[in-house]
């Protein structure tokens, strides 16, 4: 028989050991914070070298895609021969040297950018196969940590969860109907407490607000097209781009617990340049610009009428209408006959147009990773606004505002893609790094004859502030 | 409980002070915790700095689901089955076997200490150790406990039997009283 006051060894040991609080050595804490300090060091590290991996990735692929792209577009120079072929042509005894020196210049340009391509590809592919051994070691160790730490946390799942006994009673009281309803068993009312719990939960934290300040470093350039008739008289093209500043503020609503939708108000710069194109005169050692080497010279028409005096002149973003002659140009007659425009304009500097974007964007993001560093996938559209337009030339008299682009759209939609990253740097602020590519959906000119499509790739660094 | 939830979000958040507050709430319980797991006061030591390592990095996880301390505890057990895993790897297997057990009497309860109690259980064999505070401790049965340590049920229960004869036996020699009452089969 057992006797009421006799205790087996299992009872002992549990309650004598069930509230057993010995003190831990003092020293405990500070180990403990060293070791997180130590373990965080390790994370950061890894993540920095993750990052860097990827940026040395994406700086290769935008690079290779962007020279690619530049061996394509050799086009433009072709127009800019011809205009000047009748001024040679004058002088029959020089014309023969000219037309010889065009060639091989024409082919050292192709071959030197063919070879640049070449280089670039052997440089990107190495920058590639260097960037991802590196990696691959470093994932398969993080793989290995947080394989041991998921087993870690499987066994703890394992063991199972307590329901909280007190907060379910609260539940079930204020919900007679489930309380008092005999369909269900006790087990079942314990599962509705607790679901209807997580469910309140997620209904607060999942969703919130969230508030960006960037800048944005950048790179803009853009595809263009034009119809043959157009090109005989444009500017020439310089193949690349600009880098230039943007920026803005972001107001993000996180609708769950991936996704979240953004819009704000951006400042964007696109434009184009159009560079000098040797000069012709200048290697005859004839007239009066023999000492320059390389001139803007763009056939303009210039119109009369009773009231005004305009001169346009074919660029690649669209006709530029000038305010006036600019200072350090002169107006020459234009001799080549496969332009119809009775001028030339000249001028020793260079040609470029800029246009000031106001975007209002709606992009959605998508949690990629959520953890100490947030992994995002954006994408979506902006709305382009069109705010400032403006022509320029710059030469020895400085840079002179000399018109603006005709037939420019107001507003113009364009689709952005981006990786962003974001590191928390308090309770509420993180820094984030965003690359982001914007591309225009139509050509933000519409004359018919001018297609124009800016894009523009920018580094979007700022902070965030979460409500 | 609001104060608890605001130190974990804390926590969550890497707030140093709100961490610290949350080591000094729970350390000595969850030390008690480690002793009884481990062989000697260092590797319960080592236990408790580890636990309390995976407590702060993963405190993001806990969804106020259960009690607090249940989870950290469970970190604390968890820990001490890895290092015991990582130890000892190999082990026979044994029957099933029908043992004595004793009842003691309410003064041996009031006359042994819990840190008697302990140092009696940390110098059980490292599986009986384990067995026995998942059992006894945890309250989790014999399949259960098989599955987390990778042994055969019938060598649970006989471990179980095992460890409780030796703690006996070491109590009979520390106080002497035990008076023999009933067969029980694990």
Not at chain 1, 139 to 164: C, D, P, V, Y
Request: glycine fraction near 8%; include cysteine; aromatic fraction near 10%.
């Amino acid at each position: 028989m057992m006797n009421k006051k006799e205790f087996n060894i299992d009872k002992v040991v549990r309650e004598k050991l069930e509230d057993f609080s010995p003190a831990p050595p003092p020293h405990m804490w500070d180990n403990i914070r060293g070791q997180m300090v130590a373990q965080q060091k390790m994370k950061r590290l890894a993540y920095y070298r993750w990052v860097a991996a990827a940026a040395v990735i994406v700086i290769a692929f935008l690079a290779g895609w962007y020279l690619s792209e530049q061996s394509g577009s050799i086009q433009p120079p072709v127009a800019e021969n011809e205009q000047i072929m009748p001024e040679i042509h004058q002088q029959e005894t020089v014309s023969n040297p000219v037309a010889e020196t065009v060639e091989p210049q024409f082919e050292n340009e192709v071959e030197n950018q063919v070879q640049t391509n070449l280089y670039a590809q052997n440089l990107s592919e190495q920058k590639n196969k260097n960037t991802i051994n590196t990696p691959e070691i470093r994932g398969k160790a993080i793989i290995s940590n947080e394989h041991m730490e998921r087993t870690g946390m499987r066994l703890i799942q394992k063991i199972g969860f307590h329901f909280n006994k007190e907060e379910i009673t609260g539940w079930l009281a204020e919900n007679p109907a489930i309380s008092t309803n005999e369909e269900y068993t006790d087990f079942d009312r314990m599962l509705l407490a607790e679901n209807a719990k997580k469910y309140a939960a997620t209904l607060t934290s999942e969703s919130g607000w969230k508030l960006g300040v960037q800048v944005s470093p950048g790179y803009s350039s853009q595809t263009t097209n034009h119809s043959e008739n157009y090109s005989r008289s444009m500017t020439y093209s310089e193949p690349g781009g600009n880098g230039n500043m943007g920026g803005g503020i972001s107001v993000q609503y996180k609708t769950g617990k991936k996704w979240s939708i953004e819009s704000g108000v951006y400042y964007a710069q696109n434009g184009q340049r159009s560079n000098n194109s040797p000069n012709w005169l200048a290697q005859n050692n004839s007239g009066y610009y023999s000492d320059k080497n390389l001139f803007f010279n763009t056939p303009v028409e210039v119109s009369y009428s009773s009231s005004s005096r305009q001169m346009v002149m074919n660029s690649v973003a669209g006709v530029v209408e000038f305010s006036g002659t600019p200072a350090g140009a002169e107006l020459v007659a234009n001799l080549d006959q496969a332009s119809e425009r009775g001028n030339v304009l000249l001028t020793n500097g260079e040609f470029s147009q800029v246009f000031n974007f106001i975007e209002i964007p709606l992009y959605a993001r998508y949690t990629l990773i959520d953890s100490k560093m947030d992994v995002q996938l954006m994408g979506g559209l902006n709305a382009g606004i069109v705010a400032g337009n403006n022509a320029y030339i710059e030469n020895q008299f400085g840079l002179q505002n000399v018109g603006k682009t005709q037939d420019i759209s107001t507003l113009n939609l364009s689709g952005t893609v981006g990786v962003g990253l974001s590191y928390p740097m308090g309770k509420h602020i993180s820094l984030a790094v965003e690359p982001r590519m914007s591309y225009y959906l139509n050509s933000i000119n519409h004359n018919p004859d001018v297609k124009f499509r800016p894009y523009r790739v920018g580094f979007f660094t700022g902070l965030y502030y979460e409500f | 409980m609001e104060d608890l939830n605001k130190i974990v979000k804390a926590c969550a958040a890497g707030d140093i002070r709100a961490q610290e507050k949350l080591y000094r709430m729970f350390a000595p319980k969850m030390f008690g915790v480690c002793l009884r797991y481990a062989k000697n006061n260092a590797e319960a030591e080592d236990n408790l700095q580890d636990g309390f390592v995976k407590v702060f990095t993963h405190i993001n996880k806990f969804r106020f689901e259960g009690s607090l301390e249940g989870w950290i505890r469970r970190i604390m057990v968890n820990v001490s089955l890895e290092k015991f895993r990582q130890q000892h790897v190999v082990y026979p297997v044994e029957n099933v076997a029908v043992y004595e057990s004793k009842q003691f009497s309410e003064d041996i309860l009031d006359k042994i200490s819990a840190d008697e109690l302990v140092g009696l259980i940390q110098e059980l064999p490292p599986r009986y150790r384990m067995v026995f505070n998942l059992y006894v401790m945890e309250g989790m049965n014999h399949q259960q406990i098989s599955e987390e340590m990778g042994i055969a049920p019938g060598t649970s229960k006989s471990n179980l039997a095992r460890a409780r004869e030796i703690l006996q036996q070491k109590v009979q020699k520390l106080y002497g009283e035990i008076e023999t009452q009933e067969i029980y089969s694990a």
